[in-house]
């Protein structure tokens, strides 16, 4: 059947469909249900051509490897305390799939695309197995080790992302830090407490670098680095209060930021003595010109009653 354009409620359905698959991973609440994800396991094992396996149970990925490499060391005699080894993750049933798989069962409940009778019951077997709460899985000939879903996850903007801590965490404790998206090792994440201005300038994974920033924050950071006051305005608003403006810049220029030097803008609210930091412009040189620079309005028009 060929169609030219979905119905309202065709299209309505796309964003429910997409929410309903999304919501099953970010809500951090569809955790294993073991019966359900053995009888999945076994179902695609026999469908593979192989016997059913030996099912295990962990609570992350992490323990997923840990499994993987002792029962490994087992067979092949090595010594246990030797050093892991990373081992694939399932290519075929995992989170990965949820994409294709929503795409295609959105079609064919609406009866848009038509499949053969064994085609459609594997397909709605696959997305059972996927909807008992796999996470991910390592596959081998015998056995099967199948990881829980994450129970918290921090984004931003769409993005993995959380300063504090880990942006994803597992039952077990394990978890992995992203900030903006991009994931940072453990101890570059938590070097952040004890990172020094020599360390932060000799670093060369601009990554890294991004990552401490966000998680040391733009005071902190503003210390470490030793930025300097360059300019100091005081601005008197139409109310009569004084806002004190200044601008602060670092004698290092960033590869990150085309070469050029960091640069704050202090500001000192006059009706509770509470200080803001923001970062401005490079180029800025004036502490009034960088404070109209993030407001609605030019240096000339820049007024506590206006901002407010």
Known sequence: MKIEKLTPEQEADIIVTRDKWLDRFFSCKNFLQK????????????????AKPEVVFVDSPYACQVVANREMKKINNEDPNSPMTYYQTASYCNVSDYGWVAWEDFFIRHELITLDP??????????????????????FDKMCIVSDMPTKIFRNNGRLHNPASYAVEF???????YINGRLIPEDIFKKAVTLTKKQFLSEKNSDYKGAWYEILGQQNMMELLGAKAIDTSVVTHRNGDLETLTLFKTKETFEEIDNQPFVWLKMVCPTTGTNYLQGVEPTHTNALEAAASISLFSKDEYSFDMRS
């Open 171 to 177: 039952k077990d404790g394990w978890g992995q830090h």
């Open 35 to 50: 019966e359900k994800a053995k009888k999945g396991i076994e179902w695609l094992y026999e469908m593979s051509g192989f």
């Open 118 to 139: 064994k085609v459609l019951e594997n397909f709605n077997s696959f997305k059972e197995l996927l909807l008992s709460g796999v996470y991910d899985m390592i596959q």
